[in-house]
């Protein structure tokens, strides 16, 4: 398959993924026997990976750290094929951390991150680095990133006329990417994320209309593709070539952990490539599958035969 133009340019969050899974019950205020992983994560640095491994040119424009974790997650970033020459390491900061307890059907229970090393990713840094946004194919940004910085990077993006993708990385972050919508090529996001993006929307149906309803409130405001996912009902997908519903693959959860980044990175890597809407969705939820099957964050040997072997 021919590549696109250009490189993807992905700014966002990186950080070390610790996810813990009970063998029993869980109780408040006490522990409980389990199985505890640590990965490299970040919803910016999964996307750039997961692109990567497909086969995409990816420059990534991240903070980390100058400790162990930091150098960990610069060097397997780099081996997975992500040019790592733009990550700012900052001295006497700790690199970024994902807490995650699932539960016994490997559901996320409750999560904590720590991504404050993100906030020294400041407008004058991306300024500084505007050339990268010249001749990308697409600006991928998650809203780890400070608001004056996701900002920037519209602004940048505009002037050299590449496509912006973005996700809202948790509810309580969606608000940053509101002011920003009409701006915007995709989203890829949860259905309690589209409420905290749209606060006066209350989709009128349920189950898997809903979603489709609330990816078309999406593009009624402006971004051109909006996919919005639920655990039960799959995803909804909307813009100009139609909408539509795709259900929720049957597979077994060993994790969930970097799903939705998968799906993200495959479906911009489906359109890119010039590959329909709803054949670029179906390739996200085959992504989305075999990483809820991996014990990790991203899966090692993804490729596009994979994804599609998953259609199978």
Same mark, same amino acid.
């Given at each position: 398959?021919?590549?696109?133009?250009?490189? /993807?340019? /992905? +700014?966002?969050?990186?950080? *070390?993924? +610790?996810?813990? &899974?009970?063998?029993?019950?869980?109780?408040?205020?006490?522990?409980?026997?389990?199985?505890?992983?640590?990965? *490299?994560?970040? %919803?910016? &640095?999964?996307?750039?990976?997961?692109?990567?491994?497909?086969?995409?040119?990816? !420059?990534? +424009?991240?903070?980390?750290? #100058?400790?162990?974790?930091?150098?960990?997650?610069?060097?397997?970033?780099?081996?997975?094929? %992500?040019?790592?020459?733009? !990550?700012?390491? /900052?001295?006497?900061?700790?690199?970024?951390?994902?807490?995650?307890? @699932?539960?016994?059907?490997?559901?996320?229970?409750?999560?904590?991150?720590?991504?404050?090393?993100?906030?020294?990713?400041?407008?004058?840094?991306?300024?500084?680095?505007?050339?990268?946004?010249?001749?990308?194919?697409?600006? $991928? *940004?998650?809203?780890?990133?400070?608001?004056?910085?996701?900002?920037?990077?519209?602004?940048?993006?505009?002037?050299?006329?590449?496509?912006?993708?973005?996700?809202?990385?948790?509810?309580?972050?969606?608000?940053?990417?509101?002011?920003? @919508?009409?701006?915007?090529?995709?989203?890829?996001?949860?259905?309690?994320? !589209?409420?905290?993006?749209?606060?006066?929307?209350?989709?009128?149906?349920?189950?898997?209309?809903?979603? $489709?309803?609330?990816?078309? &409130?999406?593009?009624?405001?402006?971004?051109? %593709?909006?996919?919005?996912?639920?655990?039960?009902?799959?995803?909804?997908?909307?813009?100009?070539?139609?909408?539509?519903?795709?259900?929720?693959?049957?597979?077994?959860?060993? #994790?969930?952990?970097?799903?939705?980044?998968? *799906?993200?990175?495959? %479906?911009?890597?489906?359109?890119?490539?010039? +590959?329909?809407?709803?054949?670029?969705?179906?390739?996200?939820?085959?992504?989305?599958?075999?990483?809820?099957?991996?014990?990790?964050?991203?899966?090692?040997?993804?490729?596009?035969? &994979? @994804?599609?072997?998953?259609?199978?």
């Amino acid at each position: 398959m021919s590549q696109p133009h250009g490189h /993807v340019l /992905v +700014i966002g969050s990186a950080g *070390l993924d +610790i996810v813990g &899974r009970p063998r029993d019950q869980l109780r408040p205020g006490s522990s409980a026997p389990g199985q505890l992983r640590s990965s *490299l994560g970040g %919803v910016g &640095r999964n996307v750039a990976e997961n692109l990567a491994r497909l086969g995409t040119e990816v !420059v990534l +424009i991240t903070a980390v750290g #100058d400790d162990a974790e930091g150098k960990r997650l610069l060097n397997q970033t780099a081996e997975a094929g %992500v040019d790592i020459g733009h !990550v700012l390491s /900052v001295p006497g900061q700790e690199t970024g951390a994902y807490l995650a307890v @699932l539960d016994g059907v490997g559901s996320l229970h409750l999560a904590l991150d720590d991504m404050r090393v993100i906030e020294m990713l400041t407008p004058e840094f991306v300024r500084e680095r505007r050339d990268l946004f010249q001749g990308a194919a697409a600006v $991928i *940004l998650d809203a780890n990133l400070p608001p004056r910085t996701i900002a920037a990077c519209l602004a940048l993006a505009q002037r050299a006329h590449a496509h912006v993708a973005a996700d809202p990385a948790s509810v309580g972050l969606a608000p940053r990417l509101t002011p920003h @919508l009409k701006d915007l090529w995709l989203i890829a996001c949860s259905e309690a994320e !589209v409420e905290a993006l749209c606060s006066s929307f209350a989709a009128p149906r349920a189950g898997r209309e809903r979603t $489709i309803d609330c990816a078309r &409130r999406l593009v009624s405001l402006g971004v051109e %593709v909006a996919i919005v996912t639920t655990p039960d009902f799959g995803l909804g997908y909307a813009g100009a070539e139609g909408s539509g519903h795709v259900p929720a693959m049957q597979t077994e959860i060993v #994790d969930p952990t970097g799903a939705g980044d998968a *799906l993200t990175a495959a %479906v911009i890597f489906g359109l890119l490539n010039d +590959i329909p809407l709803d054949e670029a969705v179906r390739l996200g939820v085959s992504a989305a599958a075999l990483t809820l099957r991996w014990r990790g964050s991203v899966v090692p040997d993804l490729s596009l035969e &994979r @994804l599609y072997a998953g259609l199978r």
